[in-house]
Each structure stands twice: as C-alpha cells, then as structure tokens.
C-alpha cells in the first residue's frame, strides 16, 4: 500500500517538484512497477524514468521537467514481493 508521497496527495504547490516520490509499505519489484505523471489533457509529463530505488526497495521515483501550473495526476502501478499487484493514482496542484 502507498504509505506517502511526495507532493503529498491533493497538495498545492507554489513551484514545481523536481520529481515525484512514492513509499510504499513493502519493497517492490522493479521489472513491474511504474509512475507516471500526467497533464489535464492526459499527456505523460514526467522524464518516463520511473524506477524503484536501488537504496530504498519501498520507494518508486521519477523526475520532472519544470512544469507551468496547472493540475498533475500521479498515476502508479506496483508488485510488491508478496506478489501482490497494486494501483492508484492522485492529484497536486502548481499554483
């Protein structure tokens, strides 16, 4: 299950994040787990680096170009190593 994240969900940020990052509370499998950040439109806006962290197995990143203001959904898809595959997604705000 995500534990947090980072922009926080339905958060209102005055600049954009550098990257998007999700903890979740069990390490994941890399090969099957995925972020992405889209616009309104539906447009992938991240750098389509998504990758779990070789350092924090619990934790799935991706960077971010500047981004304008607007609102950004975080989209993810992950295996945990109990095999257990799970999905969600959230909103942040650039003001």
Do not use: C, H
């Amino acid at each position: 299950m995500l534990q947090r994240a980072e922009p926080r969900v339905e958060s209102r940020l005055k600049r954009s994040p550098e990257e998007v990052k999700l903890y979740f509370t069990e390490r994941l499998e890399p090969a099957y787990s995925s972020v992405r950040v889209v616009n309104d439109r539906g447009e992938q806006v991240d750098r389509r680096d998504s990758r779990v962290d070789r350092a924090n197995p619990a934790l799935l990143r991706a960077t971010l170009p500047s981004l304008p203001p607007g609102t950004y959904q975080v989209l993810w898809r992950v295996l945990s190593i109990d095999a257990d595959v799970t999905e969600g997604g959230f909103t942040f705000r650039i003001e």
